[in-house]
């Protein structure tokens, strides 16, 4: 060994896990258990107490499971994270640590169309509250603080629209509000965006997507950057006021810069219990080990597709800020200069119907809501993922009645650029 830091690609293949200690397995087990024998009734109690760590049920903690939220927290540079069943489920857990009822976080409008949903229906029922700002005006997140509100919310790559958000400009914004900054890194992957680097003190993702990379498995992880003071200004007391559930321990005082990932944890998944399965866990981490190989070919493929539309009559407009006369460019080119990433949005001349008959004479890509597969997807946002919305607020968030979105795979180029090609002729 050396005390050289390991590189990304390294530590996609080998960070959290080791040769299993009793069978020599090279590969993580998969620890298909509900729960873990006690060493004896101390060892349960300090456990239960969190006076240890150890593994107690799978709903909390799982073998599997800590290997794949080591690695992701080794990838964006945090200090712990926690896996859940799904991106959604990881973000009703972020805001339950954070929010009370009647307390307002403050999201960009441009997000993926099911987040628009969560942040404005389903929290409602909690009494929390969104407020809508721009991420293309940094001044709006400035104007939407107020005394209520208690994080900010992005996402560096922006679903549907492909555009990039400036992280660093809101992360001061934040910072002089004096709320953590949250974002969605999942249309980047750590490959790309590193959003800790850029002032995000949480980061979180939707494992199902490029971090996974099949399409077979759902999942979601929060990373914990360790770099928020939750004792501050009282506004956080599930972080900063003695817990009675845990004999009246302070979470942030207890454990630092890991303090809000193990709110998640024995706050979170406990309670609310949206588990990853340790199946899931596997295949996600298997997914990992070719995250910068794989990342590589999607932005390869993305900037040669996008590039052929911007020549194609039939299009409008196309929306990749890897093109160098588009208005992201510049902060692609700050924040991933590896690749401007493979989700990206196209406007047709022929408007919303288009749109809805280009995406069913393809025939290598697939038409489904997902992103960040193996395989090249399509969708029209605005019948689909964003349908819930009125126009303008479609248009706003990046899904224009004439928009298609591509999120493009790993096969061969030319063989993407025929298949549009055909379809855009019929």
Known sequence: MTDRLPGFATL????????????????????????????????AASLFGLQSFGNIYTRITNPTTS???ERVAALEGGTAAVATASGHAAQVVVFQQLLRPGDEFIASRKLYGGSINQFTHAFQSFGWNVVWADSDDIASFERAVTAKTKAIFIESI???????TDIEAIAAVARKAGVPLIVDNT???????????????????????????????????????????????????????????????????????FAFAIACRVLGLRDLGPALSPFNAFMILTGIETLPLRMQRHCENAKAVAEWLAA?????????SGLTDNRYHALARKYAPKGAGAVFTFSLKGGYEAGVSLVSKLKLFSHLANVGDTRSLVIHPASTTHSQLDDDAKTRSGAAPDVVRLSVGIEDKEDLIADLEQALSA
């Open 158 to 164: 922006a679903n549907p629209a492909g555009s990039i």
């Open 312 to 320: 194609h009559p039939g299009v409008a407009s196309v929306n990749y």
């Open 67 to 69: 290997v794949l939220e």
């Open 12 to 43: 996609a293949v080998h960070a959290g896990a080791q040769p299993d200690p009793t069978t020599g397995a090279r590969a993580t087990p998969i620890y298909q258990t509900t729960s873990f024998v006690f060493n004896d009734s101390d060892h």
């Open 187 to 257: 249309l980047a992957s750590p490959y790309l965006i590193r959003p800790i680097e850029h002032g995000a003190d949480i980061v979180i993702h939707s494992l199902t997507k490029f971090l996974g990379g099949h399409g077979n498995s759902l999942g979601g992880i929060i990373v914990d950057a360790g770099t928020f003071d939750w004792s501050k200004d009282g506004k956080y007391p599930m972080l900063s006021e003695p817990r009675p559930e845990y004999h009246g321990i302070k979470i942030q005082e207890t454990f630092g810069n």
